[in-house]
């Protein structure tokens, strides 16, 4: 099935411990098309400028991704820079310029309205409203937000939520969009605005599913992260993650409790090679059978035997 | 098999934003002791005052503690206070008395110096290894530490990683003890220091285990851990984990690498029982058909199944 992604592309400066990058391809919409096109044929809906390069655009569409929907604005195309410390976790912004995407006003092309799985970058949830109100027919309709949007426009995003099924969203940000402390109790919250399905993403400590199964009981998946010795860039990390996730759903048509997980499974493997290099350099030269070993290696990590009988003291 | 572990018993003052208790029974050693004695029969080594509670010896030999090693010495029984603010990982110390516990020189009965399974709580390293020096043909040797030791006591910790098989480590600790930021290589350091497995204990983020396979590469395993609305108290949980994964693995005589992971899971699941009420009232009321139900859900919240077959794009 068709998935639709609106959110970034940007040219990203980078800078971690093992070395820096300048202005290299990024964007929220960039790193989740690459990784669900692993999956799925993919729509992306962002806008750059004149600058936008020709390799670039190569790149996308030598992966089945169709730009039928990327605008060629006047102005340069948006750029942010940053900065990581060894801990890499929290990324120190550097600088931001919007350029073009200030005068971000996603159009569909015809036949993108027509696309089954549809996923909500991280923009300003009256765009978010503005795109899904253009798909006819969504069947599963992803979301992702930020600690600025939580701030800055919380009735817009109350609004939005309404009509998401998947919030994709971190640690931090769920305690702050539900202001509770409490993980369980914040995702309980939250399920009653909307999402029936939240997918917490915890970097290092992997991923955290909460959803209601079929007699209302909260149901819960947790997964750790790949154990990784050499983290060269965490950009993109979570919108990979939310990509590979979202490929696997709509590449297998399937949306119930099993595909979730599988899906973040996928979800979690994409986002643990994208990080071993910058920018998208890693997903750019991966090949779908690294992808299925390291599905594997995560059944290893995981599993553990049931317990047949125990003596009781 | 008997599992023998040396460490600190105390009374504990305790405030989180959902109560407080006054001078209740807490200590590494009791956590553990409570703990382990679900899975197998345990032996307890350290010290009280005068002050020690006869209702608290009656409780930990109802459980099938051995308190054949309890010195019972002149003064008062080491006392901790502290208080937790609302996210409750991190304990604020308010106050330590550490009273009889400054003269403790650990003299094990002649019985328990038979031990096969042992567990060096957080205590001073010279006391671990003077333990381990008086136990015959241990089989394994676990130990705990913190970070006041590795501050303060890093040659005489290295000198007793030596001896030990398995290290229950918190994740600050590991990264600390190692010097290393990067958990995975971290943990890769300690190994090549004596213990064969590092099990990072790492809170609300569930538990990562590391160790070598039969070609000696890299073997890790991680779980998430149980997801509670409701947590009162954490004071506690990583002794209690440590109880439940030695005494599972004492209980059934195993140290294989399955038997370890299963271990850890009936760590996790003592753990978030330990931290449903203060002190230890929810171990002591807790019944083994409970442990069970919760280890099945720990199977249920962490299954993924397989993928058979994927299209390939």
New interface residues.
């Given amino acids: 099935m068709a998935l639709l992604v609106v959110g970034s592309v940007a040219y990203d400066s980078v800078e971690t411990p093992f070395g820096k990058v300048d202005q290299a391809l990024g964007g929220s919409a960039t790193y989740f098309s690459l990784s669900a096109?692993?999956?799925?044929?993919v729509r992306l809906v962002a806008c750059v400028g004149k600058d936008f390069k020709q390799e670039h655009r190569a790149l996308l569409e030598s992966r089945?991704v169709d730009l039928g929907g990327l605008q060629v604005l006047e102005g340069d195309t948006f750029r942010w820079s940053g900065a990581y410390g060894?801990?890499l976790n929290d990324a120190r912004t550097l600088d931001t310029q919007l350029n073009v995407f200030s005068d971000f006003n996603p159009e569909l092309p015809e036949d993108f309205r027509q696309s089954e799985y549809l996923f909500l970058g991280n923009i300003d949830p009256d765009l978010q409203r503005n795109v899904l109100a253009q798909v006819r027919a969504p069947k599963v309709v992803a979301c992702d937000t930020m600690n600025y949007w939580i701030d800055g426009q919380f009735k817009s995003l109350l609004e939005t939520l309404k009509g998401v099924d998947l919030l994709v969203i971190n640690d931090a940000e769920t305690r702050q969009l539900a202001q509770e402390?409490?993980?369980?109790?914040a995702a309980?919250k939250i399920m009653t605005w909307g999402p029936k399905t939240i997918v917490v993403k915890?970097g290092?400590?992997?991923v955290?599913k909460?959803g209601l199964n079929s007699k209302n009981e909260?149901d819960?998946?947790?997964?750790?992260?790949y154990?990784?010795?050499?983290?060269f860039d965490p950009t993109g990390a979570g919108d990979t993650f939310a990509g590979g996730m979202m490929g696997y759903l709509a590449?297998?048509d399937r949306y119930d409790d099993?595909a979730i997980?599988?899906a973040?499974?996928f979800g979690s493997v994409m986002a643990s090679f994208n990080v071993e290099k910058f920018s998208v350099d890693r997903l750019s030269e991966l090949t779908?059978t690294e992808v299925?070993l390291r599905?594997?290696e995560f059944?290893q990590?995981?599993?553990?035997?049931?317990?047949v009988e125990?003596?009781?003291?």
């Fill in positions: 096109s692993f999956f799925t044929p089945n060894y801990d402390s409490n993980l369980v109790k309980r915890r290092e400590y992997g955290v909460f909260l819960v998946f947790g997964a750790p992260a154990p990784l010795e050499d983290v590449g297998t099993q997980r599988q973040i499974i779908f299925e599905y594997r059944k990590i995981t599993h553990f035997d049931d317990v125990l003596e009781r003291f």
